[in-house]
């Protein structure tokens, strides 16, 4: 058992027995996804410097994500890139503009 009050600098973590974590970094990033047709799934990629395929990332969507589109999670496809996918569950196309993403990224590669 190991208890850290403050902070603590660590070369890996473990958790469990798990995959290790060499680092987790946080920030935000904009998208701007082409017009989605009705009823279907678009993706955009965005650039977050160093992450790998085998890392993990988390996306928060934006508040202001037009009525029709559903967040459907993001994906490392190559070195700096994340896609992220978007649903269309609306019957016309939407072109959503910019939106700021907020992403936790978990180095494990």
Not at 19 to 35: E, F, L, M, R, Y
Not at 63 to 86: E, Q
Request: aromatic letters at 6%; glycine letters at 12%; hydrophobic letters at 45%.
């Amino acid at each position: 058992r190991l208890t850290v009050t403050g902070l603590a600098t660590l070369a890996t973590l473990t958790l469990g027995g798990g995959t290790n974590i060499k680092k987790v970094q946080s920030g935000t990033v904009a998208a701007d996804p082409a017009s989605i047709a009705a009823q279907t799934r678009g993706n955009v990629d965005v650039t977050i410097t160093g992450v790998a395929v085998g890392d993990i990332v988390l996306m928060n969507p934006p508040d202001g994500l037009n009525v029709g589109l559903v967040f459907g999670g993001c994906r490392v496809t190559a070195a700096n890139t994340v896609r992220i996918y978007i649903a269309n569950i609306s019957g016309a196309a939407i072109d959503d503009g910019s939106t700021t993403y907020d992403w936790i990224w978990f180095d494990l590669t």
